[in-house]
């Protein structure tokens, strides 16, 4: 059972663009949702994180976005930029207690000249 | 300060062998998590320990195990290895197991089984 469902697989953006990666989640007991970015031959860094009780949350270029009815949360990248281009990973855990992380399968973002 | 440092970098196993991967967590982390992570997946759990006991396990069969040091550090073992065993691992440190979000990973180690 995929908890966290993440989209799209794969996305190309211009330099300048808006790359917006998205996903769901199912356990309405999470309460953390971080998202992290990986360059290849690296591990997964934390990027930016929400909790829910606010809907939004900005972080330079990087915002998140959350919708605790809809039970779905974004990302967004303002002025993308090549520098950008890796695999971004959504994930959901309880932030009480011994819960590990859950990840979403990863979206690979390209960033073009 | 030193991040979280795993060894070896890659490895390369036959079906059947043994393998032993090593974490060293941040200085004053006590928690180390180990995480799989398949080419285009994300991780998957696998381990949580704290002071030496384990907090967590996976849906991962008994093949897996690993235990944790005095210092902290952890090893993860993995017996009787696969072909689908090829991936990743990650181990990730934080200060507490109930914090979650201090978690930092480490680059990993790249284990193909042939």
């Known amino acids: 059972q995929q908890q966290v469902k993440q989209s799209p697989q794969s996305l190309i953006v211009q330099k300048g663009g808006i790359s917006i990666i998205n996903c769901a989640y199912e356990?309405?007991?999470?309460?953390?949702f971080p998202w992290y970015q990986q360059f290849p031959g690296k591990g997964p860094a934390l990027l930016i994180a929400?909790?829910?009780?606010?809907s939004e949350k900005k972080e330079g270029r990087f915002t998140i976005s959350f919708n605790k009815s809809a039970k779905q949360f974004s990302l967004h990248i303002m002025d993308s930029q090549p520098g950008d281009s890796a695999t971004y990973f959504c994930?959901?855990?309880?932030?009480?207690?011994?819960?590990?992380?859950?990840f979403g399968k990863g979206t690979r973002l390209s960033v073009i000249a | 300060d030193a991040g979280v440092t795993q060894s070896p970098t890659h490895l390369i196993k036959t079906r059947g062998q043994q393998v032993t991967l090593r974490c060293s967590p941040i200085?004053?982390?006590?928690?180390v998590s180990w995480y799989q992570q398949v080419l285009g997946q994300g991780p998957q759990f696998i381990f949580q320990?704290?002071?030496?006991?384990?907090?967590g396990r996976g849906n991962f069969p008994d093949r897996f195990s690993a235990r944790q040091f005095p210092n902290y550090s952890s090893e993860l073992n993995v017996n009787a290895l696969l072909l689908g065993d090829s991936a990743l691992y990650l181990c990730?440190?934080?200060?507490?197991?109930?914090?979650?979000?201090?978690?930092?990973f480490g680059s990993g180690t790249r284990l193909t089984v042939v």
């Open positions: 990730a440190s934080s200060l507490h197991p109930d914090r979650n979000y201090g978690y930092t």
């Open positions: 356990n309405t007991a999470f309460d953390y």
């Open positions: 929400i909790r829910p009780d606010v």
């Open positions: 994930a959901a855990s309880i932030s009480s207690g011994n819960t590990p992380l859950v």
């Open positions: 200085s004053g982390h006590k928690s």
């Open positions: 320990y704290y002071e030496k006991e384990e907090r």
